[in-house]
Every structure is written in structure tokens, then in C-alpha cells.
């Protein structure tokens, strides 16, 4: 039975009663009629609202306005498809995958199909896409964006937006602007005192204009996005939500006509200041006055542009057109979808290695080893928090090989590693505390939330297990002792905590983390992987080893849950995983890690003891392949004794599917990466703690508009993996490079591009501009791209637009966009390393910087 959401339902009294008499629309509600404009329609309608109502609907919109047929705003997040906790509905790739494919016809498809589940469970108003570029790859929600780079984030959301909204729910691009990392996103929130401030971003102006804004401006351009997400963090001093500079551009400079609203609840903690700055809808709560009581005392006129607005976004979507007959109870997930989300999670999927040819499998392989608790029932397919999706089964990928193979091929399964969860809690009999009577540490406790100042308490603890770690009145505690091992080897530990936690072991730093969400888990929503910081220690039997754990409230939202656990030295699953390896023809090793809204990552490693496991397989079979179902940038040392890398991201619930039909060659890999994967922690920006994550509350983005493979190329450092580089099935070439001035200063540029392998693929054209010294750009920087399917041996001519827009740089003195005349070097690649054609396009000094420009070709070279 479909069940409507009740808000819906009850909403549009008025306007589905005039929908059943043809006529009434024009006389008695004049704002029903789809020929005029939705600014036009919104004037109408907001022309017979009452005060009160304009009140309701800017305070939150979550109470529908029967007498005017206005419906509610049914809020949930969909990154990666429809979220909080919903049932019957599908798992999609998460959105790197749909960035990884560097395809935005594929990008609209899955937007549409978001649309189309969100609006069938009763849903009108989506958090998505996330379009914040990702400044520093251990960005905890990295898995939700669209990459490091501004035009291909915005190429894609742009795509995305358009697929949603055609199915009439209100996608709320998020989160504007500048927000790069979770830690301190939103301050100490019950901490003593309770609320301080978020992370202050001090960032230039000229970045905000050429990194951080473009992805946003894409979507409001060209996505037509109806609605904009406002961020917690401060940038240059003022709250996101309260920033009259940022939310200014948005709507005085790009044209947004659709309406502003917060993130949840921690993002205004000033609500006249919000109302001022240019955020007109709170649906999501505020930590500051309440939002009817503000708006019953600003002008009219500043009421009236909230509520139009919003109102103006709904006529836009088609909210007052198409009635929505959904409900949460409503089964939404399709067939169709589910082979879509297997297409998106194959077309992103990068290859990186491929020696000796080891992929694709062959009718030759008798015999594979699926590696890795990976490869099972814990296998990553999501991230955790509120961009997770409950979804549907998940095939994984163990069970996709197996159906994959057939019965003629054995497969040889071993798990190798308990995985990248929580571990056994440390018993009390191997601890002792550093004074009081034992087993257990000895815990000392105090009111400030650094460890600093007289203690508060102390206690002897058996073991760190706890629902609720700290002491009434301690915001901080320490436990130390000493760990007495039993056997000599290698010791793994976990964390696993909602706040701040580290452990050492005799000294050294073996693991940590800051986690908002206890398991991941934001605040009872289900889907969310379980989240641990993992560390190894080498120990000696006998000989006691140090130990001290560290732990802070810091910016937890569910409580002080602390659990500290251990493996100690045990060869037999690794054991197990190199005789599967040695009995096959080939050795596939799944590996993973976890991340989260509220999290980052402490290290690009790969956590636990998959990096051992790894190469010990690598040793008994030089045919190993990795699949990695991690988040981005990952330090592989194993690198060169592996035979192939596959980089899978997080592939949702088709995982298995997807992944079998590229390891067997049945789908070509065709995806790119959206981001530089670096060779080591030091490289990139934000390698000091006054750049990440701050020092003092706040961040300094010193690298200014040098992000990404911006940064790399800037200053000389190699990747491990450039930005734009996967390999395929087959190989390309590209010639015959063409630029042709059009008009306007536009230029239209052409390659040829053939296919000169013998199995059909998919390359990505990319186009890069070199910018004159003198503007002070990174010597590259992405400006089109095109992905083109090709049979063996066929050829194709590629063509991409640079349009004059291209050419320009923010001036910080003009406070404007600014072309300066020069010779800007044009290269068309496969990668932001690999750019074989090249040319140079000279603009003329006698050209006004923002009017009509001469151009000419010299080159190539």
C-alpha cells in the first residue's frame, strides 16, 4: 500500500481540488499557472500570505499552508542516495564514484534516479550533492564530494542538480563555502562552557573565487540548483550562515534566485545575523534565538525576499504542479536502479596497475584467491553519518567473483585479517596501573579538556570500556600503567571512541582519532559503518612495555563511549591467506578503511594490519591483485610487489557485481581519478597543524589557490597517482589538436582520439590551461573534458568548448574577474601528467581584460 507523507498529503488540499476542475487555476489561484515564470508565480502567491504564514514557512516550512496549497518541506540527506535511516531504497555508489567516472550524462542518470527514490518516499527537499573540493584527502567526508578540482565538481553537480530537481525535489547543494575538514567543524559543543566557537577558515578572497566558489557557482548556473546549504565553520571571522561576503556573492554576483538554509541546527548561532547576512529558511534548527521570534521583527521587505525565494525554488522544481503520492513506507528501489548503480560503481572504478597484463582475468585462470575480511560481509561500501544509506542487501565482492568465475573455477577464500574494526577489549590481567592496586591504568581526571589544571579525580580501571568514560565534572582524563605481553610479535590495537582519543605504547604514538559519532553513527541514524583509529606495536614477552591513553570530550555529540581493544601476535590467518594464494593462479586481496561525517582520517595508511597482509600475499604469488575500497589517497609500500591496483572507492550495495565484471573484463574500467593520490603524508597542502587542523580554532589555507594537483605542480612534488590518470583494457592516442577562435573570444578545441588496442574502451579527454607568470596561477589547470567510447581501432574526433571565462583570474584589487593578456598554454591529455598535445593561444594587450578579446594560435609547442 503507497502511504504519502503526511505533511504532503494534508499540503496540497488546494491545489490538487483546483487541478480536478481545469479553469480554476487562472481565476481563483492565478499562481497555479505553469506558463508564467516561477519569480512571477511566487510574487502571486506570496501577494495572499498572511504574515504569519510568510513566518512559518521562512522559520522552517515543515507545516504545510493548506488554505494556499502550500506543502510542507520534507527534509532528508542523498549524497549517496536516500538517507536518515530509510528503508527500500537503493545503496548507490558513494559520490566519488560518480566524479571517478568522469561522465555527466552518467552523473544526470544518477541524479534522476535520486530524484525519483527521494520524491517516492514522500520527499521533497534533498541534501545534495556535496560539492566542497577536497583540500586535504583525510577529509572525513571525502567519499560524499566530487574531488579536488573546481570545474569538474561543478561539471558534475551541475549534472546531478538537473537529474534531481527533473524529478520535483528541491536538491540543496551543500556545504557553502570553504568547508574541508570535520575536525572542529563546529566547536566544543558541551564542553565547560557549552557552544564554543567552530574552526575559523582564514582563506583569500581570490580562493574562495577560483577553488572553493566555482563548484557552487556551477550549480546555481548551470545546475539551476533551488535551494543552497550553509556550512558550521567561520570564514574569516563570520559564521558561513552569517557571512555577508560569501552568501552575497552567491546571490548578487552568480544571479541565485532559489532560497539559503543551515546546516543542522550548530550553523547559526546568531539568528538576526543569518537573517541579515542572506539565509532565508531554518527548517534545520539554530543554536541561536528563535527563528519566528526574529522574523516577526525585520522588515517587510526582507521577509518577503526569504519567503520568495523559497517559494520561488518550489514553483521552479514543479512542488505545486505534480502532486507527490509517496510515502515512507513506499518500496522504491527498482531493478533499473540497482543496474545503475552497478554501471556507476564499474565506470569509476580506476585501474592503476596492471604488470604483465594480470587483468582482465581470463578463461586461463582455474583457480582465484579472494583475500581479505574485505572481500566478505564487512566489506566498505558506504561512508558513515548522515550521508549513509540503509539500502538494500549488498552483494559482496567475494559472492560477485564466485557467481562471476562459475563452477569450473575454484576459489580459495581466507580472511587474512580480523579487519578495520573494533578489536577484543584488553584484558585487566595484562595491565597494571602506575600507583593504587591493580589490574587495570590508573586514570586521572580533570576539568579542563587538555589535561591541564589540578586533577579532578582518580580512579583504577580493569579495563577502557566504557559507556561513559569520564568522571561527573572531567572534561579530560589519562590512564597509565604498563602492558605485560605474553608472547613476542607484533601487537594490533584499536580505538574506538566519540571524541578525542590517542594511545601510546612505551612512547610512541600507535593510534588515534576524533570522532564526533560514537560507530559512526550520526545520532541514530542506521547505515553507518562502524568507525576505529588501528595501530600496531612491536612488544617482547616478559618485557613490560608503557602505556598511556589519552582521552578528551572534545567535539563529541553522544556522550564519552570509550573502548580500547587488542590483538595480540597470531600467524594463523595470514596463514591462511598465503596458502590460498600459493593454491591459486592468481591472488585478489580486498582492503579498506573507514570514514565518516564527523571523523577524519588520522593518516593516509591503510589501517590495521592490512599493509602486512599485503605483502605477505604479494610473496606467495606474484600474480596478486589490491582492490582498494577506500576513500581516496592511500600509501601503498607494497606498490611494486603487487602485480595490479584497483582503486573501487565505495561502491554501495552492487559492489560485488561491479567489481567482478571489471576484474573479468566484462566492463572495461574506464574511471579516472578525481583527485592526486600522494606518495607520501608531507606532500600537498595542509602538512602543518597551523594548516590543518588548526592551531587554537583556527586554519590557515596559506596554500591560497594552490590545491590539489594545483599544489603539486606548482611546487615540483611527484604523486604517487596524478590527478586524471587510469589506466584501461586497451590503449589510445591522441593527435591532430585544432583550436578554432569562435565568438565572444570563445574557442572551440579538437583532438582526434583512436582507439589503438584491441578491445573497446573508454578514454577521458582532458583539457588544461597554462595561465601567463604574470597572474601568478599554477602551471595547470583543468578547463574541459570528455569521455568517448571507442570499438579497436576506431577513431574519433573529440571537441570541448574554452569559453572566454576560461582565460580569467580573480584580481583582489579590481575585486573581479580579470583576463590579462598573454600567451596562455593550451595541453589536451589523458591525465593532469599526461598532456602530449599542445599549443599556445596569445591574448592581445590591446584588448579590454573584460570585454571583447583578439586572440590568435601560435604553436604547437
Not at 610479535?489 to 612512547?507: H, N, W
Not at 601567463?772 to 579497436?792: D, H, I, R, S
Request: net charge negative.
Amino acid at each position: 500500500m503507497r502511504t504519502r507523507h503526511p505533511g504532503l498529503a494534508k499540503a496540497c488540499s488546494l491545489a490538487a481540488l483546483l487541478w480536478l476542475v481545469p479553469g480554476r487555476a487562472t481565476a481563483e489561484a492565478p499562481w497555479l499557472n505553469p506558463a508564467q515564470r516561477p519569480v512571477q508565480r511566487a510574487n502571486l502567491l506570496l501577494g495572499q500570505m498572511t504574515l504569519d504564514e510568510k513566518i512559518s514557512l521562512a522559520a522552517t516550512g515543515t507545516t504545510p499552508i493548506p488554505r494556499l496549497g502550500i506543502p510542507a518541506l520534507v527534509f532528508t540527506d542523498g549524497p549517496n542516495g536516500v538517507g536518515h535511516g530509510a528503508s527500500n531504497v537503493t545503496a548507490f555508489p558513494n559520490a566519488q564514484v560518480v566524479a571517478a567516472s568522469w561522465d555527466t550524462a552518467l552523473a544526470q542518470q544518477f541524479g534522476t534516479a535520486l530524484g525519483t527514490e527521494t520524491a517516492g518516499k514522500g520527499v521533497n527537499f534533498l541534501g545534495a550533492p556535496t560539492v566542497n573540493i577536497l583540500r586535504t584527502p583525510k577529509w572525513g567526508r571525502a567519499a560524499e564530494t566530487f574531488g579536488e578540482d573546481p570545474y569538474l565538481c561543478g561539471q558534475i553537480a551541475a549534472a546531478e542538480i538537473q537529474g534531481i530537481q527533473s524529478q520535483h525535489v528541491i536538491s540543496q547543494v551543500k556545504h557553502f563555502a570553504a568547508n574541508n575538514q570535520e575536525i572542529d567543524r563546529f566547536g566544543d559543543l558541551f564542553g565547560v562552557p557549552p557552544f564554543l566557537p567552530a574552526v575559523d577558515v582564514e582563506v583569500s578572497r581570490r580562493a574562495l573565487q577560483e577553488i572553493y566558489f566555482p563548484g557552487f557557482k556551477a550549480a546555481v548556473q548551470q545546475g539551476n540548483v533551488a535551494s543552497v546549504m550553509c556550512s558550521y565553520p567561520q570564514i574569516n571571522g563570520l559564521y558561513a550562515c552569517q557571512n555577508p561576503y560569501t552568501l552575497g556573492a552567491l546571490k548578487n554576483d552568480w544571479g541565485f534566485i532559489g532560497f539559503v538554509g543551515p546546516d543542522a541546527t550548530f550553523a547559526v548561532r546568531d539568528t538576526l545575523a543569518a537573517v541579515n547576512a542572506g539565509t532565508d529558511n531554518f527548517a534545520l534548527g539554530v543554536i541561536g534565538s528563535p527563528p519566528a521570534e526574529v522574523l516577526s521583527q525585520i522588515p517587510t521587505d526582507k521577509l518577503d525576499d526569504m519567503v520568495r525565494r523559497i517559494l520561488t525554488a518550489m514553483f521552479s522544481v514543479g512542488l505545486f504542479d505534480h502532486f507527490n503520492s509517496g510515502g515512507p513506507d513506499v518500496d522504491v528501489g527498482t531493478p533499473e536502479h540497482l543496474a545503475l548503480a552497478t554501471q556507476i560503481a564499474a565506470a569509476g572504478t580506476v585501474l592503476l596497475k596492471n604488470d604483465g597484463q594480470v587483468l582482465p582475468l581470463t578463461d586461463a585462470v582455474g583457480s582465484i584467491a579472494v583475500v581479505g575480511y574485505d572481500a566478505g560481509p564487512g566489506t566498505q561500501t558506504m561512508e558513515g553519518g548522515s550521508p549513509a544509506v540503509v539500502g538494500g542487501p549488498v552483494i559482496t565482492p567475494l559472492a560477485g567473483i564466485t557467481a562471476r568465475a562459475g563452477a569450473s573455477v575454484k576459489i580459495n577464500n581466507a580472511q587474512g585479517t580480523l579487519g578495520v574494526v573494533a578489536l577484543p577489549v584488553v584484558p585487566a590481567d595484562v595491565l597494571s596501573p602506575t600507583s593504587g592496586s591493580g589490574p587495570g591504568l590508573l586514570g586521572t581526571y580533570y576539568a579542563t579538556s587538555d589535561l591541564s589544571g589540578p586533577p579532578v579525580a582518580s580512579a583504577v580501571s580493569p579495563t577502557i570500556d566504557f559507556k561513559a568514560a569520564l568522571v561527573a565534572g572531567a572534561q579530560s582524563v589519562r590512564w597509565t600503567g604498563t602492558l605485560m605481553p605474553s608472547v613476542t610479535g607484533t601487537y594490533r590495537f584499536s580505538l574506538e571512541q566519540s571524541g578525542i582519543a590517542r594511545l601510546f605504547i612505551d612512547g610512541a604514538l600507535i593510534a588515534s582519532g576524533n570522532v564526533e559519532f560514537f560507530d559512526g553513527n550520526a545520532i541514530n541514524l542506521p547505515g553507518a559503518p562502524p568507525v576505529t583509529s588501528q595501530g600496531l606495536a612491536s612488544l617482547t614477552a616478559g618485557n613490560p612495555a608503557s602505556i598511556s591513553l589519552e582521552y578528551s570530550l572534545g567535539s563529541s555529540v553522544t556522550g564519552s563511549p570509550l573502548h580500547l581493544g587488542w590483538q595480540p601476535p597470531d600467524a594463523t590467518l595470514v596463514a591462511q591467506a598465503t596458502a590460498a594464494a600459493r593454491a591459486s593462479d592468481v591472488a585478489v586481496v580486498f582492503v579498506n578503511d573507514v570514514t565518516s561525517e564527523g571523523m577524519d582520517r588520522p593518516s593516509l595508511g591503510l589501517p590495521g594490519d592490512q599493509d602486512e597482509l599485503i605483502e605477505a600475499v604479494a610473496a606467495a604469488n606474484p600474480r596478486t591483485i589490491v582492490v582498494l575500497h577506500t576513500v581516496g589517497a592511500t600509501l601503498m609500500p607494497w606498490l611494486a610487489q603487487v602485480a595490479g591496483v584497483i582503486q573501487a572507492w565505495y561502491p554501495g550495495q552492487q559492489s560485488g557485481d561491479a567489481i567482478a565484471a571489471v576484474l573479468f573484463g566484462d566492463i572495461a574500467p574506464s574511471g579516472r581519478l578525481p583527485m592526486t593520490f600522494a606518495a607520501s603524508e608531507n606532500q600537498g597542502p595542509g602538512t602543518q597543524p597551523a594548516q590543518y587542523p588548526g592551531v587554537d580554532g583556527v586554519v590557515d589555507y596559506d596554500e591560497g589557490i594552490y590545491v590539489g594537483y594545483r599544489y603539486f605542480d606548482q611546487f615540483g612534488q611527484e604523486p604517487l597517482f596524478p590527478f586524471g590518470y587510469g589506466l584501461s583494457y586497451t590503449s589510445f592516442a591522441l593527435d591532430r589538436l585544432r583550436v578554432v577562435p569562435t565568438s565572444g573570444g570563445d574557442y572551440s578545441v579538437s583532438v582526434r582520439v583512436t582507439n589503438t588496442g584491441n578491445r573497446a574502451g573508454a578514454e577521458v579527454v582532458q583539457l588544461y590551461l597554462g595561465f601567463p607568470p604574470v597572474t601568478g596561477e599554477p602551471p595547470n589547470q583543468l578547463k574541459g573534458f570528455a569521455k568517448v567510447f571507442l570499438a579497436p581501432q576506431q577513431t574519433q574526433t573529440v571537441t570541448l568548448a574554452l569559453p572566454r571565462s576560461s582565460f580569467a583570474t580573480w584580481n583582489t584589487t579590481a575585486n573581479g574577474w580579470v583576463v590579462q593578456p598573454g600567451p596562455y598554454q593550451l595541453r589536451v591529455g589523458t591525465s593532469s601528467r599526461d598532456l602530449p598535445e599542445q599549443t599556445t593561444i596569445v591574448l592581445s594587450p590591446e584588448s579590454p581584460p573584460l570585454h571583447r578579446l583578439r586572440l590568435r594560435t601560435v604553436g604547437p609547442g
